[in-house]
């Protein structure tokens, strides 16, 4: 790898003796720019930080200061790799204009895709425990680092907003996608109800299955990552988000339609793992919550795809240009599938 411009400063801020040839991209997040440090028997992960998407870095920070000092690490089953504060005591270092941070690396296995309900368990119970971790400390003591970020209604109308500016004709493929999802207020509505019902607690809002590091053997999960959406949010958010990428047939970038189907074994052992962990502590109707949390998210995600494919592509990374088109044909196979269940 060529020399790469943040190697001396972060060398400083983090007293540290990298080499280039010890960095490599690593992971793959839609969001930052990871890599991963190996030093033989030392390792880190190092991120560049996406600031068109998280506008208030500040916040992240003061967010990860809560779980820093409110949260007991070694209570937890699993590891929570917050940012290693630099010499100067902040979690994120400035190198050129461009934020940086340093996190202790966890071995393991990150997925795409879960090979069993008992995986599709442990993954819940990890992230049903994270939000027990957390229920102690008040939902209003966290920032929001992405505003309304899990906000349907919003994210409604930024699609809306998005088909009125759009430079793309709106025909064909895409003209039926847009009419599919214009009709799920369905869902926006039900996401007002359960908003006046539910209480707000810290989430991790981004449980999708690839934020979590197993084990190598798969007995245990080894950590919970990705945790700049920790924030206020519902129970069901976190549910939904596993049950979108863990109780499908089908990854959510897959183009074979005809397999994008529920795994209801999968779905089942999901409810388990909140069950076991949320028993007595989550409330009857956050309970009840939960499969609305499915659709909920499946939708969302549909909404904010086919956004950024309307928008130019300006969100999420993409492969080809039709990407983000395809993730949301894919929601909307996976919504409707939820929908009949
Ligand atoms: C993004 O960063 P990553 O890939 O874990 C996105 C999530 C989406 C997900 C869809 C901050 O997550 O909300 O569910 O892509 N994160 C942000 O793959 O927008
Ligand atoms: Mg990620």
Not at 186 to 198: A, D, H, I, M, T
Request: glycine residues 6%; negative net charge.
């Amino acid at each position: 790898m060529q020399k790469l411009f943040w190697i001396d400063p972060i060398n400083q801020l983090y007293q540290l003796q990298i080499q280039a040839e010890q960095v490599r991209p690593f992971g793959d997040g839609h969001i930052h720019k990871t890599y991963l440090i190996d030093r033989g028997n030392e390792k880190w992960i190092l991120q560049q930080f996406n600031q068109q998407v998280f506008k208030y870095p500040e916040r992240i920070s003061h967010n990860h200061k809560i779980l820093l000092d409110q949260i007991k690490q070694e209570a937890l089953p699993f590891k929570l790799p917050l940012p290693i504060p630099n010499l100067q005591g902040a979690l994120f270092s400035l190198v050129d204009g461009y934020y940086f941070r340093l996190s202790p690396f966890v071995a393991g296995k990150c997925v795409n895709e879960v090979a069993s309900p008992h995986q599709a368990y442990l993954a819940a119970k990890a992230f049903a425990e994270f939000i027990l971790a957390g229920i102690h400390i008040p939902a209003s003591s966290f920032q929001e680092s992405i505003p309304g970020f899990h906000d349907l209604e919003l994210r409604y109308q930024q699609l809306n907003q998005a088909l009125h500016a759009t430079d793309r004709k709106v025909e064909g493929e895409l003209e039926a996608l847009v009419g599919f999802y214009l009709h799920q207020r369905k869902l926006v509505e039900e996401y007002n109800f359960w908003k006046q019902r539910l209480p707000l607690r810290m989430t991790h809002s981004d449980t999708k299955i690839n934020n979590l590091i197993y084990a190598n053997d798969f007995s245990k999960v080894n950590a919970v990552i990705d945790l700049d959406t920790i924030m206020a949010g519902y129970v069901y958010y976190d549910f939904g988000d596993l049950v979108r990428t863990v109780a499908c047939t089908e990854g959510e970038s897959s183009q074979n339609w005809e397999n994008i189907k529920v795994d209801k074994a999968k779905y089942e052992a999901l409810l388990q793992g909140f069950r076991e962990v949320g028993e007595g502590i989550f409330t009857e109707e956050e309970m009840q919550s939960l499969p609305f949390g499915g659709q909920m998210m499946t939708c969302i995600m549909g909404f904010r795809f086919l956004a950024d494919y309307l928008n130019g592509n300006v969100y999420y990374t993409i492969h080809y240009e039709k990407q983000n088109l395809h993730r949301a044909k894919n929601q909307m196979v996976l919504l409707k599938a939820l929908q009949d269940m």
